[in-house]
Structure formats: C-alpha cells, structure tokens
C-alpha cells in the first residue's frame, strides 16, 4: 500500500493536509494488507471488502452494476485536517474541494475502483473544541448532576453537529452513504461511513444547499451507554465473565489432552497386537511342518524362528506394559481432573459469593439497575448460565421478560448477542443451541427484527456460518468422537431451526443465507500475478510513498 500525503495550499500558505492510503492491487493479500496498515483499515476492509477484496455491503454492490469496483485499487481517507480560518462557522466548501482535487488527481487517474471514508468530527472542530477530542471516549464513574448531565448533552450536540458538517463534505464531493454500517459504533455519536466510485466524481462538486437535501439515513435511537453506578456494575460484569469463559475453556482443554493421550496409547496397543498377530501367523506353517517330522529343514531357519518368537514375546510384554500404562494414565488424568475440577468449583463458588454480592451492593447501596446496565447481554456473549441466572434473580420478577427482549446501547439483545456468539467447537455449539434455548423458554422473543431488517436467525447467518468452511473445529469432549467439518451442517440446521422466526425469514434474513459468490469468477492465481505485475510495473511513475502534492 501507499501512505499518500496532500497539502491543503489557500492563497499560496499551507492551511492543512490530507492523508489517503491507496492498495492499488485487491486480491487474496488485501485483507492481509489492511490488517497490517491500522486499525481502522482492518475494520473498513473487513466490514465492507470479502476475502478477495470484493465489496460485500448492498449499497456498494447495488451501485457497481457493472462489478468494476470488485477488482483494482482501494482508496480510503484517512484524515482531513484543515485550518479553522479556512472553515468558519458552517463553511465545508475548502475541506470538500480539497479532499475532491485530492481524490481526483492525476497521478491517482485509474489507480483505483473503489474510494471510502469516514466522517470525522474533528475535521470542523474550533479551538473551543479541544475537550471534545477526549470526550466520547471519557468514562464518568459518578452519578451526574443536573448541571453537568446539561453539559453532556451540550457536547453530545456539538459533536454530532461536526460529524454532520464532514459527512456533508463527502457528500458535496461525490460519496455515498454506506448504511449498512450505521450498528457499529453503537449509541450515542455514531459515524457514517462513505464511499465512491470512479464515476460517482464526473459532476460537478455539489452545493452545500444541494448535499443538504442528499439526507442521510440516521441509525436507530438506541439507549446510551451506562454511566456513573450502571458503568461500574457493568466494568464488574465483563471481567469476571472472561475469567470464567477462560476457566470452563481451561477444563476443556484438559480433558482433550488427556483423551488424545489415551488415543496414541490405545493406538499403540492395537499395533503391538496385530504384529504379535501376524508373527504367529509366520511361525504356523514352520509348526505344522515339524509335526511331519522335517526337523532337518526345520534347523536351517530354527534362527529366524527364535528370533520371531523372541520378538513375539517381547512384543507382548510391551502391550502388558503399554496396557498398565495406559490404565495408570487414564487413572491419573482422571484424578488429576476430578482434583482440578474440585478445586476449581471451590474457586467459582467462592467467586461466585463474592460476584454477587458485589452486584447486591451495588444495586442496593448504590442504586445499579441490571437492566441500565446491560449485563444480561454481556453474560449470553460467553453463554454462561450460571451467571446470566445471578443475574437475572436481581431483576425484579414483573421485569425480567422486558430486560431478556431489552435493546442495549449497540443495538443487541441477550438471544441476538448468543447467536452472534462464534463457537470455537462442538461443545461451545453446544452451549450456543442450549443458551438460546433457554432464553427463548425464559420469552425471549426470536421474532425481533433489528435496523437492518435481521431476526436472530440472520445474525446467526451471518456470523457463524461463514465459518463453516474456513474454521477447523476440534470437539474440546474426550467421549466423543472427532467431527469433521462437513458434519457441522446438521448443527448448523438445529440452530436454524431453533432460531426460525414464526413467520418465517425474513428479507434480509434469506439475504444473509445466501453463500458468498462463487470463485469461479474469479480469475486464477496467475491472472491476479498478472495484474499485481503490471501495477508494480506502473508504480515508477505512479505515487509513491510518502510523496507530498498541493
């Protein structure tokens, strides 16, 4: 990739810059390369880009009727920064221009097919802004009063004025909107994402009246994150569900260990066994011939025959051996998880009393509501059940069907964030089928659609089948047998049917189902070496890295 670096020149003084990053080969390395660019490259890339670079979001794929934006070079904003005296009050015509001859340059002419960006606040913050920079990410740990409650919204105002005036700016230049993403970021200042196409920037720059009545597709009012004591619940809440995801996931591993050492051994058994088998064969005939009285001919190979005999037998002392080894072993990983499992019941209860009443402290002494706190939907994340019913008793009884259905802060629910939840193994789908079950037997309702028209059966689709094929799954149980990853489909099929809407699937819903295009057309190794090639050939004369333009 290209770090690619303009300078905004007004009136012959620099009044600013703007940072693009350009891959100008997509391809089976795109992902790779994004995930080693940033972090907010790797989320773009993945969010809107498949494995091969192709964009996968409807609104890109809907406006690329022609598919030229699946292959080619990927151009992405990544800052836009421009001297307040060039941006004065509502004023976006020197950002979007800018940003517009930037993108439009020409040594970046046919360098690529798909453009992005994301809007930016910051881009048209004042001096008397400053605190805004570290403002949505601050943590309040007390209860606020009136006056700075005012002030929140004061600053939440703000922000959400600046982030309309850059998405503004990309609209005034020539890019769409990308709803699609609008669930991402949660509550609160959610960014919108934007992106072009090569023909999108053959008119003219709009108006600031004309991108005013583009609209924008607003994302859904959900509740704020938890403040003050709902914050603190729900910073108590998460680590110890890790800790004891990391606990059961710890015995798993333990049992695995031990039932893959007893295969090698019992393995190792049954080899012994057919070869003292077979030696016995051998020596059969030499027998049978003894009986006829050919000891002559018998002498010439007694050697050999001796010698097989003496193998045969050490063969069996080994299989004695191997055999009380293997039942010593198998005694002793049975102890050692009985000891472990003990141990770590006596750790969890103990956990566990400390867990709740941490919980009935802060809910009775401070005034923590489970339901402001969203900490049912944390629990159904790590399907743990143990702590979810903790939980969920704190609840007032009248209340506890509304907070299983109740919408936290990024738009999920306790039965859509356990769909989502992508096990690593049989037992983890296990859990996954038994959780949801159980939510739905509690009222969970798997007929809720989402902002973006999905019941929990199509953010299961979603999120867990895609791995079907890329994920080698391993069963973490020692009493069953290794699964092969063409057998996950009968799985697969039970959680469909478990999550199915009463009304059937919806649109999106069937949308989300739908197996991603086909390699076939997709040209072959040697071709993408071709293309990739023939921009490295181009690349002399080309942008490189680091090279600024006005």
Not at 1 to 12: A, L, P, R, T, W
Not at 412 to 420: D, E, M, N
Not at 460 to 489: C, H, K, L, Q
Request: charged fraction near 35%.
């Amino acid at each position: 990739y290209h770090d690619i670096k303009f300078e905004v020149m007004v009136d012959g003084r620099c009044r600013g810059s703007i940072n693009l990053v350009l891959f100008p080969y997509r391809g089976r390395v795109f992902l790779e390369a994004a995930d080693a660019h940033s972090q907010e490259l790797q989320e773009v890339a993945y969010t809107l880009c498949d494995k091969k670079g192709r964009p996968k979001v409807d609104s890109i794929k809907e406006a690329d009727s022609d598919r030229t934006a699946e292959r080619g070079g990927f151009l992405h904003v990544m800052s836009v920064r421009v001297s307040q005296a060039c941006r004065q009050s509502k004023n976006t015509d020197v950002p979007s221009k800018a940003l517009r001859m930037a993108i439009t340059h020409s040594k970046l002419q046919g360098k690529w097919t798909l453009a992005t960006g994301i809007a930016d606040a910051r881009v048209y913050f004042m001096k008397t802004d400053e605190k805004l920079k570290m403002w949505q990410h601050s943590q309040i740990n007390d209860t606020l009063t009136v006056e700075e409650e005012a002030t929140e919204k004061d600053r939440s105002r703000r922000w959400n004025k600046c982030m309309y005036l850059d998405s503004k700016t990309f609209l005034r230049v020539g890019y769409q909107q990308i709803p699609e993403v609008l669930l991402l970021m949660g509550s609160g200042n959610q960014a919108n994402w934007f992106f072009a196409l090569p023909r999108f920037l053959n008119d003219a720059i709009l108006s600031d009246a004309e991108a005013s009545e583009v609209g924008l597709v607003k994302g859904p009012e959900l509740p704020l994150e938890p403040k003050g004591v709902n914050r603190k619940l729900l910073a108590l809440v998460v680590p110890a569900c890790k800790s004891r995801r990391y606990e059961l996931d710890a015995m798993n591993r333990t049992k695995l260990l031990l039932a893959e050492k007893m295969d090698q051994l019992g393995t190792r058994i049954s080899s012994l066994r057919r070869r003292v088998s077979q030696i016995e064969e051998l020596l059969q005939p030499h027998r049978a011939a003894a009986a006829r009285e050919h000891i002559a001919e018998l002498e010439k190979q007694r050697d050999l025959v001796e010698a097989r005999i003496k193998e045969s037998e050490e063969q069996k002392k080994e299989i004695n051996e191997m055999e009380t080894e293997f039942n010593e072993e198998l005694s002793k990983g049975k102890a050692d998880i009985e000891t472990t499992t003990a141990e770590l019941d006596a750790k969890k209860r103990e956990k566990d009393v400390n867990f709740v009443q941490q919980v009935k402290s802060l809910i009775e002494d401070d005034g923590a509501s489970i339901r402001k706190a969203f900490v049912l939907r944390c629990v159904s994340r790590f399907r743990l059940n143990d702590l979810f019913d903790a939980l969920l008793d704190r609840v007032p009884s009248d209340e506890r069907k509304a907070a299983i259905n109740e919408i936290d802060f990024s738009g999920g629910t306790p039965l859509s964030t356990a769909a989502q939840s992508v096990p690593d193994n049989i037992g983890q789908a296990n859990e996954q089928y038994e959780f949801c079950s159980k939510l739905m037997k509690l009222g969970a309702d798997k007929n809720r659609v989402d902002f973006r028209g999905l019941t929990a059966l199509g953010i299961y689709r979603t999120t867990v089948r895609p791995n079907r094929e890329s994920r080698v799954m391993m069963v973490d149980n020692p009493f069953f047998n290794s699964i092969e990853a063409g057998d996950w489909e009968p799985i697969y099929e039970r959680m469909e049917d478990l999550l199915m809407p009463a009304g059937g699937e919806t649109e999106a819903d069937r949308k989300a189902k739908q197996s991603p295009e086909s390699d076939d057309d997709w040209d072959e190794d040697e071709e993408d070496s071709e293309e990739e090639d023939g921009i490295l050939d181009e690349e002399e004369g080309g942008i490189a890295d680091g090279e600024d333009d006005e």
